[in-house]
């Protein structure tokens, strides 16, 4: 486990990135490449549609390893984690992790501040479980100043030298990090937000610009309500501009009581299609693993879970309708005004399912307040549960749970029909 102050920037350090949030802005105007980005297409991914790169189909010259290009000049360097297995005909995420000020690619590549491996590209690789291509960039003096806007322009760079050798689905690219690595992901959220799908802000401030900032884009923030580096009141209003921005309605989410060593997790309601917002606040300083009911960071820390659940809810290639044989089972134990659902999804078919989405009506008073191993979308009324990429195949026979929690003002009874890709399952 990381001693916390490995994480924590130290007195001076703060004083620089104190200056750097007062003229973050002009640091940053956007110089963008000659040649523009292929948009993520949020309209595309809305309808479930997969937009592949030039890579697709060629037999790829990349693989695993750190990789220097030119960009503005300058030499700059990447750290590439291309999946095990990988198919040149699969439209792949591509997940971009960006390190804190005094932080190296190598740290978010093998997660060695943390826990090495577990903590990989901040534990996003083990989750993906071979669905994503990731990258880790070098800052220019281990930080991210994007004077003159050449840090945006380097990830353009980089995004346009992995996506013409490697099969990217273009609607699924994201970015996240932490501190100074989180000021550069909403720079990009700010800059590019026809170009990722969506970001994950963990405890940053506006240290590299926000050129732009008027487009929507799927945004998630986390801070800790203790950080006496990057105050959370900053977070707070980097994670409005975006519940402006995404049509949101506006709120003061819950946050949880200092020294209760919990984290609060709001989704805001009313976000344009596609463009959800989500504020996750924790009580503990500035460090990027924390954990519930324990100071410091921890490879056991809830965040890359949420981080990943928040990205994984994009998915473009929806399962083709009518193909599956299924059986489902519900247990419901309510109390009070609340209750619990597992469902038991079985294949009864002779052939594999390879993606799913469950579709059910919930009673009248219900309505999902979290839920596991799947996406659920939306909280009440007809729901349908998605995949995850670790249990998007269920074998002849195998079966998967998912479940959720809910509200409810009375009526705990579980939905009594249940169709999977648009075939009716038996249910007992």
């Not at 110089?31 to 890579?55: C, D, E, K």
């Not at 999946?83 to 971009?96: A, E, K, N, V």
Request: glycine fraction near 12%.
């Amino acid at each position: 486990m990381l001693k916390t102050s490995r994480f924590r920037l130290w007195t001076p350090v703060a004083a620089v990135l104190l200056v750097l949030t007062m003229g973050g802005t002009a640091l940053a105007r956007d110089h963008r490449a000659a040649a523009p980005l292929t948009p993520s297409g949020t309209a595309a991914a809305n309808a479930g549609t997969a937009a592949t790169s030039p890579g697709c189909g060629k037999t790829p010259t990349l693989t695993s390893g750190t990789y220097t290009i030119q960009s503005g000049g300058k030499n700059r360097s990447f750290i590439l984690r291309v999946p095990d297995g990988y198919d040149r005909d699969h439209g792949y995420r591509l997940i971009f992790g960006f390190h804190w000020l005094g932080g190296t690619s190598t740290d978010v590549s093998t997660g060695r501040t943390v826990e090495t491996g577990t903590w990989a590209y901040y534990g996003l690789q083990r989750l993906a479980n071979n669905s994503a291509i990731f990258v880790a960039p070098q800052g220019l003096n281990n930080g991210w100043a994007n004077s003159g806007g050449e840090d945006v322009t380097f990830v353009d760079d980089m995004i346009r030298r992995v996506e013409a050798d490697l099969c990217v689905d273009t609607t699924q690219r994201f970015a996240l990090g932490f501190s100074y690595g989180a000021a550069m992901s909403y720079s990009l959220a700010c800059s590019r937000a026809t170009v990722f799908r969506a970001v994950a802000v963990q405890s940053g401030g506006v240290l590299s610009g926000c050129s732009g900032g008027t487009q929507p884009i799927a945004y998630l923030g986390v801070h800790g309500l203790r950080d006496n580096v990057l105050g959370i009141s900053g977070g707070r209003a980097m994670r409005d501009r975006f519940v402006q921005n995404n049509g949101c309605t506006p709120q003061n989410p819950p946050e949880p009581a200092q020294g209760s060593l919990t984290h609060r997790i709001t989704t805001y309601a009313g976000c344009s299609a596609g463009h959800p917002v989500a504020w996750a606040a924790f009580d503990e300083g500035h460090i990027a693993a924390p954990q519930d009911g324990a100071p410091g960071d921890s490879g056991r820390s809830w965040v890359p879970g949420e981080v990943w659940k928040f990205f994984a809810q994009f998915q473009t290639s929806d399962p083709s309708p009518g193909t599956s044989s299924c059986r489902v089972t519900d247990a419901v134990s309510a109390w009070n005004s609340g209750l619990t659902s597992n469902i038991t999804i079985t294949n009864t078919g002779t052939a594999t399912i390879d993606g799913w989405s469950l579709t059910f009506t919930l009673p009248g008073g219900q309505a999902i307040t979290s839920g596991w191993n799947a996406t659920y979308s939306p909280t009440s009324g007809e729901v349908t549960a998605k995949n995850l990429s670790h249990n998007a195949n269920i074998a002849p026979g195998a079966s998967t749970t998912i479940g959720f929690q809910a509200v409810h003002t009375g009526n705990t009874a579980a939905p009594t029909t249940y169709t999977l890709n648009g075939a009716a399952c038996t249910v007992l």
